[in-house]
């Protein structure tokens, strides 16, 4: 009910809250290319745009859109959305490290995906549900995360401080089946059309080389 409030509001008003897209440099540390799937998780405001841009990326095998940082008991839409689960709404995203590495995953995260200076909000959504952070599951991506965030840090990539917390090992746990594949299924939804659309062509204007056009959805049972 919160984000169709939200939505409702949006359609009435000017795009307040449309993200700067900037281009900021690769990670300078990152990942050797290994045989098999791997899995990382992100946190970036609201999962329906986060989900959507990887699914545009080639090299992604799955995006779905879930929670981390809290139980399984609190893992529910409605109590997640009160803030104090301890959960971020996030997106699990399994990937072939052939095709595209975790270091590249981050840079189209903090390039596109959300904005990396936002403490406890991203755009017009507010609270810790929508924070910024990563949740590594390996020690080698909290390593190049740690890394990545540093670098970026000491070339002032953004106008303000970034403010991404790292919280490895944290468990996920999907979203209901009405949240997945939302961007996709919804394009005319006005909360996707103003605050998650833009991500998309910034997307496919800033890498090109790993664009998908056609975007891998999640199979979700009716």
């Not at 799937?37 to 990326?57: D, K, N, R, S, Y």
């Not at 959305?81 to 709404?89: P, Y």
């Not at 540093?150 to 009405?178: C, H, K, M, N, S």
Request: include cysteine.
């Amino acid at each position: 009910m919160r984000r169709l409030v939200l939505a409702l509001a949006l359609a009435l008003a000017t795009p307040a809250f449309a993200e700067e897209f900037r281009v900021i440099p690769p990670p300078a540390v990152d990942a050797a290319a290994v045989t098999g799937p791997e899995t990382a998780i992100f946190a970036g405001g609201c999962f329906w745009g986060v989900q959507g841009v990887f699914q545009h990326l080639e090299g992604v095998i799955s995006a779905t859109s879930g929670y981390a940082g809290g139980t399984a008991a609190t893992a529910h839409y409605d109590q997640v959305s009160g803030g104090d689960t301890g959960h971020a709404e996030a997106v699990q995203v399994v990937f072939d490290p052939k095709q595209i590495s975790y270091g590249e995953l981050l840079h189209v995260f903090f390039s596109v995906a959300h904005d990396p200076t936002q403490l406890n909000r991203q755009g017009p959504d507010v609270g810790p549900q929508y924070r910024s952070a990563l949740f590594p599951v390996t020690e080698d991506q909290a390593r190049i995360a740690k890394a990545y965030i540093d670098q970026l840090g000491r070339a002032r990539a953004f106008d303000a401080a970034i403010v991404t917390q790292l919280d490895p090992g944290a468990a996920f746990y999907p979203a209901e089946a009405y949240h997945q594949n939302f961007l996709t299924l919804n394009p005319d939804h006005p909360y996707i059309v103003q605050v998650d659309m833009p991500k998309i062509a910034a997307l496919e204007r800033m890498f090109p080389q790993d664009w998908r056009e056609v975007p891998v959805l999640l199979p979700v049972a009716d």
